[in-house]
Structure formats: C-alpha cells, structure tokens
C-alpha cells in the first residue's frame, strides 16, 4: 500500500510564492537529526543548517573556526530527518572568499555529501563571481545582508549594522545586486526596521530577518536562543519561547538527586 504524504515539499519556488500572496516565511536553524525532526514536524518552512553551529554546538566565540567538513556533518544529519522543509547549509568561512572555483567546489561538496537543498553566503558585491559560478551549477543560493558575522573582525562589534546612510544606500544596492545575480532569498541581520523594509519592498525575491523587523517576508531565529537554551544571549530582537536552560537545569538536578538517593531506578525500571 503506498502512503500518500499530505504535505507538499517546500522549494525555493514555494518561497516565492509565499511571497507574492503575502505569506511570511518561517524558517530556524538545526545542526542535528533529532532537533531537525521535531522542527520539521511542526512545519517550518526553511531549516538553515547555520555557521552559528560554531557557536551553539562547538562552543567557540566566532563562526570562523567551523570547517566546510563540519558543515557536512551537521547537514547531513538534518538532512537525514527531513520530509517537508527547505534545507539550507551555510558556507562556512574561507570556503568560497577566495575565488569562483574554490567556491563552486564548497559548494557542489555540501550538496553531494549532505543532499542539502540550497547553500547560503555572506557578503554583496564583492562575492559576485563565486554567487554566479556556483549559480551555473544549479545549486540555489541565499543571501545574507547586514550583521555577516564571518566579518565580525572587520567590524568589530555585534552592533546593528546600516544606520548610516553610506551603509544603508549600499546594503540596498547590494540586496538588488544580489537578486540579479541570481538568488533566490536573502538574509537580513540586525538592521533598522525601516531599511529592512524598504529592501523587501524593492527586490521581487524573498527577504527573510532576523532583528530586521517585522516589514519582510520572513523570520528566522537561532532554535537554541528562542528556546531559552543560550540564556547568556539577550538581544531584543530574540523573543525566547521556552525557558529551557532553566527546566534542562532542573530535570538534571533531578535525576541526580534521585541517583544519590537510589530513588532512581525503580523497581519498576530495572529487569
Ligand atoms: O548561522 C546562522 O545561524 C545564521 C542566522 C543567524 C541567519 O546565519
């Protein structure tokens, strides 16, 4: 008997028919199988598969150190939990600044080893060879605007970028260069609402934010951080859904005592 699945699979064109009938677009990070499944079942419709995964599950300070082969592991481990969502894999620094070819490479690797759907890159203008020869491919790629934490060096805070009009004036430029080149959906991190607006009212493709305010066609969060698990993070544009760095806490305290306490295992639970 064959099982008729209900859902459709979300693809960059179901993004951009979200957007023309005025759908947002919901999209959350996962670096692993168990948290991408439950994700997936509660019908997000883009899982990013994010460098922040250097943060978040290695523990380092930057999205710097995570290497292209890390990046496979984490997507490959999404991927394998996936029915309905977009998957989308960061490239990770130094993978495709250097040149096209090394960037083609980067990318034709994680869509052959992880079965990814699609890779995203920072950067505008200057990253536009790489952007098109990975394009020629047929590897769909996303854009990431604003805040591009693989230059935290060059700007040297996790400040709110373009509140300056240079900035801004190029950030949107660079936004409709990006939809020239050829992306399919663009992020936009940590910059004043009404710029973030102004680009998804002036490129056709999907813009997705994230402390980008409410005027684009979509949102994204850090999973751990809008879970409460990151309980140092505390921007404002975090909204945390659960408190779970404090109800993990507890539950392990738990289980612990109950150790200590030969509460646990019970009767019940042993053979
Ligand atoms: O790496 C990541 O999680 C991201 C999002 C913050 C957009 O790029």
Avoid at 231 to 252: I, K, Q, T, V
């Amino acid at each position: 008997m064959s099982v008729h699945k209900e859902f459709k699979k979300v693809t960059t064109h179901s993004l951009q028919e979200m957007k023309s009938r005025g759908e947002k677009i919901s999209m959350l990070t996962a670096y692993d199988y168990t948290m991408a499944k439950i994700i997936d079942n509660s019908g997000v419709d883009v899982i990013l598969v994010g460098d922040s995964a250097s943060n978040v599950m290695a523990g380092h300070q930057t999205t710097l150190p995570i290497t292209l082969d890390q990046m496979i592991y984490h997507a490959s481990s999404v991927i394998r939990a996936i029915d309905r969502a977009l998957v989308v894999v960061d490239l990770p620094f130094g993978s495709y600044q250097g040149n096209s070819k090394e960037a083609l490479q980067s990318a034709v690797k994680i869509m052959k080893e992880s079965g990814a759907h699609a890779v995203k890159m920072e950067g505008g203008r200057e990253i536009k060879d790489s952007i098109e020869r990975i394009l020629t491919a047929g590897i769909p790629v996303m854009g990431h605007l604003g805040l591009t934490p693989q230059s935290i060096y060059k700007f040297g805070t996790y400040n709110v970028r373009a509140k300056e009009e240079e900035e801004a004036d190029r950030l949107l430029q660079d936004a409709k260069l990006l939809q020239d080149y050829g992306c399919f959906a663009l992020v936009l991190e940590k910059i004043p609402a009404h710029l973030a607006t102004k680009v998804a009212q002036s490129v056709a493709i999907p813009v997705i934010g994230i402390g980008a305010g409410g005027g684009v066609d979509g949102q994204v969060l850090v999973t751990h951080d809008m879970l409460g698990m990151t309980h140092e993070f505390n921007p404002r544009f975090l909204r945390r859904y659960l408190n779970l760095y404090d109800s993990m806490g507890n539950a392990f305290k738990q289980y612990i005592a109950d150790v200590k306490s030969k509460n646990f295992p019970s009767e019940k639970e042993q053979y």
